[in-house]
């Protein structure tokens, strides 16, 4: 039966962390089906769903302490069940882009939770405003809204918080 494991690795950066731990898992017969990598600071973090069956997940959960020698990556390991998002619940997208301020997260996250509204994946990101060189802070974060929260009171709630921490909110349904 097809089990599926959730496997987090952080270590320096370096070329062909990718490359390695990929051909780890294919050489224990388990499929990679979803994966985020991302370069943060000096270090390289990855976050990749395994499915495969349990005698092969299992393998690669023993070879933990291995694979770290071998890959040089702090890895966690941990069995997963699939998705539990509720079909009630509606896709929408929120950028932002604004001067980096402390407490932006917190405070869209805060207001998201008020509503119940699950976060399925959040990408931040800073960089240089085009003609300042100012640092913005960039959001972007794929949501499910429940079906009866008020978009409308949620776009007013939305719009206090720009004014908190000037910011430029958009929402919108995911196509």
């Known amino acids: 039966m097809k089990q599926q494991l959730l496997l987090t690795a952080v270590g320096k950066d370096r070329i062909g962390i990718v490359d390695d731990l990929s051909k780890e898992i294919l050489d224990r017969s388990c499929n990679i089906e979803e994966s985020r990598m991302s370069l943060l600071g000096g270090d390289f973090a990855i976050l990749v769903l395994i499915s495969g069956p349990e005698e092969r997940l299992k393998k690669l959960i023993e070879d933990k302490n291995l694979l770290e020698d071998r890959l040089q990556l702090s890895l966690q390991m941990r069995y997963t069940s699939g998705s539990q998002q509720t079909s009630r619940a509606l896709p929408y997208i929120l950028e932002s ?12 996250s805060k207001l998201l939770r008020k509503y119940g509204i699950n976060i399925t994946d959040l990408e931040t990101n800073t960089e240089s405003a085009p003609m300042t060189g100012a640092p913005l802070f960039i959001i972007k974060a794929q949501l499910l809204i429940p079906a009866d929260v008020s978009i409308m009171l949620l776009k007013k709630e939305l719009e206090e918080l720009e004014m908190n921490y000037n910011l430029d909110l958009r929402l919108s349904p995911a196509v």
């Open 97 to 108: 882009s604004s001067l980096d301020t402390p407490g932006i997260v917190h405070g869209v």
